[in-house]
């Protein structure tokens, strides 16, 4: 069944609007932004699986003067900003944190948060998604593995929804009043985040504990410690990678049962369902629908030239629509025969907390199957989605449970 989400809730969603215009466009450059926007599947693999031609450092293409403040470097320690030698060795000190055994082993940990959390739901047949689970679960996990206090989320709530709440794009070509407070309150947001952390850092370097933050303060790239701000910025990275697309996630996913009721019962009755569902449902409904890169030489995309020293946006979302690979893109369909979806990247930077993102959903969604027989949207309360173009999910899913 295919159904128009963009039509039902309102919905301002990548893969709708872009495929829509053209669909057998796979690049062009947008004017008005000073960039190029990339949508199909195969043209996006291949950026992302050579890091040497695109580079992800897209702040050396950001004219300082539409930095509030140029002092504030944001590529230091960012992992997603990093190219090769570089980046290698941090994505080697991070992966230790979250191999394979680490992630399984947190299973009753985020069994045990979601029971509480459903626990503290108000008695009566209603069930704020967001608000009640699908916020607070990964902010929690996230928040435990890092080492800083859980209880704090509302503060971290405030400061990334500053970060994100801006519906404007970064324009290279353009600046106007808009932007301008945009990445102002972005930044805000940024520096509080970094501020908070860096007491943290400060701390473990005092007295460590058991924890990611500790690991990291005490980590060693080439025999050298990381710096204060390196730790923090990565610890940053870690705690907003790590909960805002999650959220989205358990919230698309339980949106797309909802819009597609044949495959709700399906998936209730057979929990095998349940990880081939979340897949499509990134695919369907892609959380971070775009992501940044530059070219360092001119290269031919798609049968287009590219000069050197151009921003590049990846419309993953829209490339997870592209019918050269996905019959049928615009049916929901958790058995599809192969589902190569873009949703957590490509190549050298493929999403580290992907294996964790799929336990938190899969906990999470047999947990409130288990609890709830019945979830649906409200009539005349829909679903309020994230304002960000950037970003596909829900960050209001009011649901009544009987
Ligand atoms: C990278 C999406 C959950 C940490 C990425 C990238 C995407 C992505 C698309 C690649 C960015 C690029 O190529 O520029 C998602 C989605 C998630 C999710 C859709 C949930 C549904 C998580 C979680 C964590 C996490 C739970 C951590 C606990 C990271 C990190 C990177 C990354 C550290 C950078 C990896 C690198 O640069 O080598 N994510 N992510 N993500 N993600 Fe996730």
Redesign the pocket.
């Known amino acids: 069944m295919t159904s128009t989400l963009a039509d039902t809730w309102g919905l301002h969603e990548a893969q709708f609007w872009l495929r829509g215009k053209q669909p057998e466009r796979r690049i062009e450059f947008a004017e008005e932004l000073g960039m190029w926007n990339v949508y199909g599947h195969p043209e996006i693999e291949t950026i992302?699986r050579d890091p040497a031609t695109f580079s992800?450092d897209t702040t050396r293409l950001i004219p300082k003067d539409l930095m509030p403040d140029p002092d504030y470097d944001m590529s230091t320690g960012s992992?997603?900003q990093l190219d090769p030698p570089l980046?290698n060795k941090m994505?080697k000190l991070?992966s230790r944190a979250?191999t394979p055994k680490v992630v399984a082993d947190l299973e009753p940990r985020i069994a045990a948060i979601t029971h509480e959390l459903l626990d503290a739901v108000p008695a009566g047949d209603r069930l704020e998604l967001v608000e009640h689970l699908a916020y607070p679960l990964?902010v929690i996990v996230?928040a435990e593995l890092l080492g800083v206090p859980a209880g704090d989320r509302t503060l971290f709530k405030g400061w990334v929804d500053k970060m994100f709440e801006s519906a404007n794009q970064v324009s290279l070509v353009k600046k106007d009043e808009n932007q301008d407070a945009a990445i102002r309150s972005s930044m805000e947001g940024q520096k509080a985040l970094a501020d908070y952390l860096g007491v943290h850092v400060d701390e473990r370097r005092k007295q460590p504990r058991e924890d990611l933050l500790t690991k990291l303060v005490e980590a060693e790239l080439d025999g050298e410690r990381l710096s204060r701000s390196d730790v923090v910025n990565f610890a940053n990275?870690?705690l907003l990678?790590?909960h805002i697309?999650?959220t989205?996630?358990l919230g698309n996913a339980v949106l797309c049962l909802d819009t597609h009721r044949e495959w709700d019962e399906r998936v209730r009755a057979d929990r095998s369902l349940v990880p081939p569902m979340i897949e499509e449902s990134?695919r369907y409904l892609t959380?971070?629908a775009a992501?940044a890169r530059t070219t360092t030489r001119e290269a031919e995309i798609g049968g287009v030239t590219v000069p050197a020293d151009q921003m590049l946006l990846c419309w993953?979302a829209a490339a997870n629509r592209d019918e050269r690979v996905f019959p049928h893109p615009d049916t929901f369909d958790p058995l599809r025969a192969e589902n190569p979806h873009l949703?957590?990247?490509r190549g050298?930077?493929?999403?580290?907390?992907?294996p964790?993102?799929r336990l938190e959903g899969r906990v999470a969604l047999d947990i409130l199957f288990d609890r709830y027989p019945v979830l649906r949207t409200i009539t005349g309360e829909p679903p309020k989605f994230q304002v960000n173009p950037n970003m596909t999910g829900v960050r209001e899913l009011p649901l009544t449970t009987k």
């Open positions: 992302l992800s992992i997603l980046h994505r991070v979250f990964p996230i990275i870690l990678a790590g697309t999650t989205m996630l990134l959380p971070f992501v993953v949703a957590f990247g050298i930077h493929f999403c580290i907390g992907a964790l993102a």
